[in-house]
T-cell receptor, first 116, second 112 residues
């Protein structure tokens, strides 16, 4: 596709359930990021993948959060045993990474998660 | 890790006025400073960026200045228009193409 695609766009779940959020980056982009956006909290870094390198997981808030990137393309963010404080918009972004002269991030539309 | 502080959190101006948003960063190794604009209900988009080897960059009505010694950078918007109304985020990256740390954002409202 022409841009970063995320699914689902909206997810409502009950406390304690697991959720999976998917990100399909722009073809050829080697870098992929997950950010969380809560009201008034800006863009909170979660995890960063660059090519085949080990991901930077330093932003994951707890061990309930995990992410993987298969084949250097599609990524899935998994939240286990969801809590109400996990409610937020989860944004995925991709970029050309270190091989390019630009650091521009291209964001998806986001997945809005509501935990009841 | 890097910490980015952004001020003000909200900014209201009249159409035609100038707007200035300021950010400070903590990691002296940071060398890439982009600004993103997020309109209501839409995704953030890059509007301008600056690298640490320059002190100022302009693109039409927007400009960014960088003071490496003081570790702060600012976004300047001149002749503001209602369509400039949005949330603006600054960010800093310690190693160029790796993790971007964002500020908490500034909601700019331009009144006609």
């Amino acid at each position: 596709g022409a841009g970063v695609s995320q699914s689902p766009s909206n997810k409502v779940t009950e406390k304690g359930k697991d959720v999976e959020l998917r990100c399909d980056p722009i073809s050829g982009h080697t870098a992929l990021y997950w950010y969380r956006q809560s009201l008034g909290q800006g863009l909170e870094f979660l995890i960063y993948f660059q090519g085949n390198s080990a991901p930077d997981k330093s932003g994951l808030p707890s061990d309930r959060f995990s992410a993987e990137r298969t084949g250097g393309s599609v990524s899935t963010l998994t939240i286990q045993r969801t809590q109400q404080e996990d409610s937020a918009v989860y944004l995925c972004a991709s970029s050309l990474g270190r091989l390019a002269g630009t650091g521009e991030l291209f964001f998806g539309e986001g997945s809005r998660l509501t935990v009841l | 890790g890097e910490n980015v502080e952004q001020h003000p959190s909200t900014l209201s101006v009249q159409e035609g006025d100038s707007a200035v948003i300021k950010c400070t960063y903590s990691d002296s190794a940071s060398n890439y400073f982009p600004w993103y604009k997020q309109e209501l209900g839409k995704r953030p988009q890059l509007i301008i960026d600056i690298r640490s080897n320059v002190g100022e960059k302009k693109d039409q009505r927007i400009a960014v200045t960088l003071n490496k010694t003081a570790k702060h950078f600012s976004l300047h918007i001149t002749e503001t228009q209602p369509e400039d109304s949005a949330v603006y985020f600054c960010a800093a990256s310690p190693r160029g193409y790796s993790t971007l740390t964002f500020g908490k954002g500034t909601m700019l409202l331009v009144s006609p």
